[in-house]
């Protein structure tokens, strides 16, 4: 069964860092599109940043020139690097990504089970 686990969250002061991954487990043929999402208490998910299977990347105003969207198509894992971050940018986490499975062969969109990152000092 092909899953996401996410990791990497946690506390961090205003103007630290942290890099979440997000790696997809079971039997898989082709990774396409991977994102990651956030939603902070009271709003709504919102989508931060995007790679495609050939690396070009897409970014949400408030994070951009702070947060680097990476990925492993080998080990299907994205990575989102997070620097100067602000209390504004506390959340969870999600990942997101569009999974062509062995054992079905359909592309199909998987998302993570989340992951929480608060800025605070």
């Known amino acids: 069964q092909v899953q996401l686990v996410e990791s990497g969250g946690g506390l961090v002061q205003p103007g630290g860092s942290l890099r979440l991954s997000c790696a997809a487990s079971?039997?898989?043929?082709?990774?396409?599109?991977m994102c990651w999402y956030r939603q902070a208490p009271g709003k709504q998910r919102e989508l931060v940043a995007v790679?495609?299977?050939?690396?070009?990347?897409n970014y949400a105003d408030a994070v951009k020139g702070r947060f680097t969207i990476s990925r492993d198509n080998a080990k299907h894992t994205v990575y989102l690097q997070m620097n100067s971050l602000k209390p504004e940018d506390t959340g969870v986490y999600y990942c997101?990504?569009?999974?062509?499975?062995?054992?079905?062969?359909?592309?199909?969109?998987?998302w993570g089970q989340g992951t929480q990152v608060t800025v605070s000092s």
């Open positions: 997101k990504a569009d999974l062509r499975p062995i054992t079905t062969m359909t592309v199909n969109t998987y």
């Open positions: 079971g039997s898989i043929y082709s990774t396409y599109a």
């Open positions: 790679i495609t299977s050939g690396g070009s990347t």
